[in-house]
Structure formats: structure tokens, C-alpha cells
């Protein structure tokens, strides 16, 4: 990274200028989320008695919102999307479940359980994916660098109205 005298802008030399409105980098930093989701949720275990019609953190996936103002499109958010045991296994659980009883669908059989502690330790792939990813540097840049560009136009624009 460099700083350009003549234009007032940051370089950087890794980056490639291809984008041209923000909802196609919104489309890049998807893209680029997802895939890294991806690789980190590949080495979960499948569910022992998960069905077809149950989603899978395996298939979590990166959303993002645009808006369209005027002739610009503008970045609101990129989210992750999965199924809450994603969420519940990224961040841990300690805590008491109450007690109660169930009754079998099958027969009459109704059986009683008893409160008990439950611990699942966190294992934080969401930040590990976000981080090994480069999204958030992509973004922030890619952003920035339209913004300016917009700005440095209409200041343009006001100047040569003069």
C-alpha cells in the first residue's frame, strides 16, 4: 500500500479495480464468505439422524443487501445464514436444562427427565471463516474506493459548473 501525491488515493497494488458499483462487490464479498464457510464446515461430522428436509452448517451461506438509490447502488450489510445449531456450536452452551416429560408418538409410553447441566465447548469457525476469508479488507477498500471516486466526480462536476 501506497500513497499517491498526484491523486490523493491510497494504492494498492494487490487489488484489482474490476469492480464498478458496490452490488457487484457485494456479489465478490459472497462469494469469497461462502467460500471460506465452506472450507471451515467441511470437517463437521454429518448428523446421525438428521433427514433430507433438516439443513445442515454445511450448506450455511453469505447474504448481502443492496440498495438502490438513485442511479447508485449502495452496501447495507453481508450476513451469514445457517440454521441455529451453526450459531449455538460457534459460540458454546453452558447452562441448565429444566426438567419435564415426553411422550412417545408410538404406544402410551410417557418417560420423565430430570434438569441437568449441559457444555458444549465454542468452536469459533464463523470468525475463523470471516477472518481467513479477507473479506472485511476487501470491502473496506473496494468501498472506500468507490465512495472517493463518486465524490472526486461530483466535486468535478460542481467545479466545471462554476
Known sequence: MSFNQESGFFIFPEINYM????????RKAEQMLETSLRAKTSSFADHVNRNSKQKSIKDATAVSKVQKYGPSFYMRSLSIKM???????????????SGGSRKRSEGNTTYSFKSHTMKMAAKPFINDAV???GVKDF??????????????????KILENL
Open 131 to 133: 477472518d481467513s476469508s
Open 19 to 26: 469492480y464498478r458499483n458496490e452490488e457487484q462487490v457485494a
Open 139 to 156: 470491502v473496506m477498500v473496494e468501498i472506500a474506493r468507490i465512495r472517493s471516486e463518486a465524490i472526486m466526480v461530483n466535486v468535478k
Open 83 to 97: 440454521p441455529k445449531h451453526g450459531f449455538i456450536q460457534n459460540a458454546g452452551v453452558d447452562t441448565t436444562r
